[in-house]
């Protein structure tokens, strides 16, 4: 059980286009999601904390207008990279909290490269 | 949740030996402790974890020791195997989630 999910599991795409990352619990109702950003041979950064139907939680120097999350149900958040660039090229895994506790399932990331 | 986007600390062992990783923790109020194992390219897998009431939790080759006293955790991890070469972290909960920086271990062979 526990299980979460991302897709696509890597994508590539050209500079100034925008990209969408789906993460989703897939046997469990998760309140809160969470959106890491990872470089290599660094730990996980915490880019924002999501929330089903309310905004997401941004931490301090991560642009909420480039990296977009929606969480509308209970099982599926979304982060958009806007207007991509190079420098966004990372890898990017959620997790997700199931209602009531506060251990965190991990999705198997998305590799984004930004050519 | 909270975490550093720092370069990780590494540590080598031989094959077959016993592997020790350790974490320190800040927050006095977490009550809840997890180790998670990530290989590369992939996302965070859930290994142990410990509840602050228990200071010694075993796993299959690993175990875990919680020292509240001066806010450590570690994880043994025991006859390390090549497939044991990834990057660990600490996380502590309570009211909030924290990651620890993490260590990077390789196995060599």
């Known amino acids: 059980g526990a299980v979460v999910s991302q897709h696509p599991s890597w994508v590539i795409c050209k500079s100034g286009t925008s990209v969408k990352i789906e993460c989703r619990s897939l046997?469990?109702?998760?309140?809160?999601m969470f959106w890491y950003r990872q470089f290599p041979k660094q730990s996980l950064m915490l880019m924002a904390t999501?929330?089903?139907?309310?905004?997401?939680?941004?931490e301090q120097g991560v642009e909420k207008d480039k990296f977009l999350i929606n969480h509308a149900s209970l099982t599926l958040s979304t982060l958009t990279v806007t207007s991509a660039h190079p420098e966004d090229s990372s890898f990017y895994i959620c997790?997700?909290?199931?209602?009531?506790?506060?251990?965190?399932?991990f999705g198997p990331g998305t590799r984004l490269t930004v050519l | 949740g909270e975490s550093v986007g720092l370069h990780l600390p590494t540590l080598s062992v031989q094959e077959g030996d016993n592997s020790i990783i350790n974490c320190a923790y800040s927050?006095?109020?977490?009550?809840?402790f997890i180790w998670y194992k990530q290989e590369s390219g992939k996302g965070p897998q859930f290994i142990i974890d410990?509840?602050?009431?228990?200071d010694k939790r075993q796993g299959q080759r690993v175990t875990v020791l919680l020292n509240k006293t001066v806010k450590h955790l570690s994880l043994q991890i025991a006859a390390t195997q090549p497939g044991d070469s990834a990057v660990y972290f600490c996380?502590?909960?309570?009211?909030?989630?924290?990651f620890g920086t993490g260590t990077s271990l390789t196995v060599i062979p």
């Open positions: 997790s997700a909290t199931p209602s009531g506790s506060y251990e965190q399932f």
């Open positions: 046997d469990f109702q998760a309140t809160t």
């Open positions: 999501s929330n089903e139907g309310s905004k997401a939680t941004y």
């Open positions: 927050n006095s109020a977490s009550d809840y």
């Open positions: 410990i509840r602050s009431n228990m």
């Open positions: 996380a502590e909960t309570g009211n909030q989630f924290y």
